[in-house]
């Protein structure tokens, strides 16, 4: 069976029609431009070329060389619940197409004037039909090619009233130009055109390659660093762009989600993200992540909100932990390790710019047209015609990772993934620290080190912190505690309102390992503390938590007793602390045994690297 056979338009029966959630009115150019370039795509088209004028609020033109509309079912695409795409409720519960619910012609014929143009293989012509506030003016058959062309003009001539809530034509353009950039990462194999006001601003090859999209869209200073995972578990496929912990915006903007090709907001996504950069990144800093997870359509509710961005899981917790689990392992691996660079000051300040999130206001500008003449080959018209559904169109991607999806009786079923690839998962390793050659130390905080391609500077108070951080973690979680007797206890005086909290707190803090007693009214005594920690530093712990913690519920969430941790350790190793070539050594060792060796517990980076032709190019050698 072709899955992109043109299936004939039914009108949804009344008791299916009533299960789908209630369609919002068009309220903006973007409503159009989605709700048209998402049929376009469940037509199956390899080519779609979107236009605008004016913010879409005067014209709009969405072409493609999908399968087109059969002519007998015309008319009837533009009658509310009218799809090709499901048949019966049943069918919502596994949805494989972007579009299902058979409103969108009709709320935008209703509100605006439409023509359409469409031809499918099986017909020798073509038929056009002009539709304006939901009325039909004419229908005559015409020469075009395979698709579907739809020309939408003059949004809410028939209703002003609705007009004084659009934005500004730069505002209104710049959301579809968002909504086209993110579908060509969403489907690399079709060539997306946009064109505003008669310029292109982009053109992408359509050569399937998702990585490409994003330098030719988002531009190389997002894309250069960006790491690359390719993820698979019984359930769920995943592959996704993600920057090392050293590059961060202000907003989560560059935070973008698909699921079986539809862009959504998700807080599960997002919570995902964010478990996975836990202690990377700074406080009010967000990574980018362009993430496409697959899952099978049985598994996922879409029938949620109008606007279909808003999904469901049917398992919220195996998702967010297989996406975290994936990016964790992405970022244990070498090229998360942040690198320096010497630019100019314009790129430098271009950067900075990005930085700090302010790249967002000139969108537009960097949607520049470089690549409008690489692609001059004549597109076919197209679009909105109903089939099948959009699962199949992921099988290119699914192949570069070993999966493949079946059509079996108009269901979707995904077959047993074979056992896990292995030789894949071995290539993502931790990078090696141990293979370094230690070369000295500089101002008493940088550890300086080599291997055949980079210099590394390693902070040695942060690389300390990490180690300490996560023995102290390991210490508090073990039910054994290994001590050290100290010859001269410690005696450590205190107000009396920590004395008070005494016996929360002294339970507490033995679970770190330490012996401790009450001494006095007002002090406790220390008698042994952790095997792995010095004198001073259990003493400079010690004070630490006498003097934070509090019977407040502390005890019960660990969560706060990890931020106590996390704040404790910088009674760790300090700045221009003089480490003798031994302790060195150790310290780098320590740090290459730790769960995160690439940052402290409160995202620093505990180590940058320069590469040889970066230091070539200070040098004028390059």
Do not use: W
Request: net charge negative.
């Amino acid at each position: 069976m072709d899955i992109f056979a043109v299936r004939k338009i039914i009108e949804l029966p009344r008791n299916v029609a009533d299960k789908i959630a209630a369609g919002e009115v068009v309220d903006r150019p973007l409503s159009i431009v989605k709700e048209l370039v998402e049929n376009a795509i469940d037509a199956g088209s390899t080519s779609i070329v979107a236009e605008i004028r004016n913010g879409g609020k005067t014209y709009i033109r969405i072409t493609d060389n999908g399968s087109g509309i059969r002519k007998e079912d015309v008319e009837l695409a533009f009658k509310r619940h009218a799809t090709s795409k499901i048949r019966s409720a049943e069918e919502l519960d596994h949805i494989q197409s972007l579009g299902f619910r058979g409103e969108a012609l009709t709320s935008i014929a209703a509100v605006s004037r439409v023509e359409l143009i469409t031809k499918t293989a099986e017909e020798k012509i073509g038929v056009l039909i002009k539709v304006e506030g939901g009325e039909v003016l004419e229908k005559e058959e015409t020469g075009c090619p395979e698709g579907t062309t739809i020309i939408v003009e003059d949004l809410f001539y028939n209703t002003p009233a609705r007009l004084k809530f659009m934005k500004s034509d730069a505002a209104e353009s710049t959301l579809i130009i968002d909504f086209i950039s993110k579908m060509t990462l969403a489907y690399p194999h079709i060539k997306m055109r946009l064109v505003n006001n008669g310029n292109i601003l982009f053109s992408t090859s359509g050569k399937g390659d998702i990585y490409s999209n994003i330098l030719t869209i988002y531009s190389r200073d997002t894309g250069d660093k960006l790491i690359h995972i390719k993820e698979k578990s019984e359930k769920m496929i995943m592959e996704a762009f993600i920057s090392p912990p050293n590059i961060t915006k202000t907003n989560r903007k560059s935070q973008i989600f698909f699921v079986n090709g539809r862009h959504i907001s998700s807080k599960v996504m997002e919570n995902a993200v964010t478990d996975a950069y836990v202690e990377k990144v700074f406080e009010g800093r967000y990574p980018i992540a362009f993430i496409f997870l697959l899952i099978a359509p049985e598994k996922l509710d879409v029938n949620i909100h109008p606007n279909k961005k808003e999904v469901r899981f049917d398992e919220e917790i195996p998702v967010k932990d297989f996406i975290s689990t994936a990016i964790r392992k992405g970022l244990n691996t070498g090229e998360a390790i942040p690198e320096m660079r010497f630019d100019s000051g314009e790129t430098a300040n271009r950067k900075e710019k990005q930085q700090t999130g302010e790249e967002q206001v000139d969108i537009i500008k960097l949607l520049y047209d470089k690549r409008r003449q690489e692609e001059n080959e004549p597109v076919k018209a197209g679009s909105s015609s109903f089939n099948e559904g959009t699962l199949p169109l992921f099988e290119e991607r699914l192949n570069e990772i070993g999966e493949v999806y079946k059509l079996d009786n108009q269901k979707y079923h995904k077959p047993e993934l074979a056992e896990e690839d292995t030789g894949r998962n071995e290539a993502i390793k931790g990078f090696d620290m141990t293979n370094l050659t230690v070369t000295g130390s500089i101002f008493g905080t940088y550890i300086t080190a080599v291997d055949e391609k980079y210099l590394y500077l390693i902070d040695q108070h942060a690389a300390h912190e990490r180690i300490f951080y996560e023995q102290l973690l390991l210490q508090y979680q073990k039910e054994e505690k290994p001590q050290q007797i100290i010859l001269t206890p410690i005696i450590s005086n205190v107000t009396y309102t920590i004395k008070n909290a005494a016996s929360a707190m002294l339970v507490f803090i033995r679970n770190f390992g330490f012996e401790i007693e009450e001494f006095g009214p007002k002090a406790f005594i220390i008698k042994a503390i952790p095997a792995f920690m010095s004198l001073n530093e259990a003493t400079d712990f010690i004070e630490y938590l006498l003097d934070n913690i509090s019977e407040e519920g502390v005890l019960e969430n660990r969560k706060k007793i990890a931020a106590i941790i996390t704040s404790a350790c910088k009674s760790s190793v300090k700045a221009h602390d003089i480490l003798e070539k031994q302790e060195i050594k150790r310290l780098i060792s320590d740090l290459s045994l730790t769960k995160n060796p690439y940052s402290c517990p409160h995202g620093r980076p505990t180590f940058i690297r320069l590469s040889q032709y970066e230091i070539e190019k200070m040098f004028k050698r390059v």
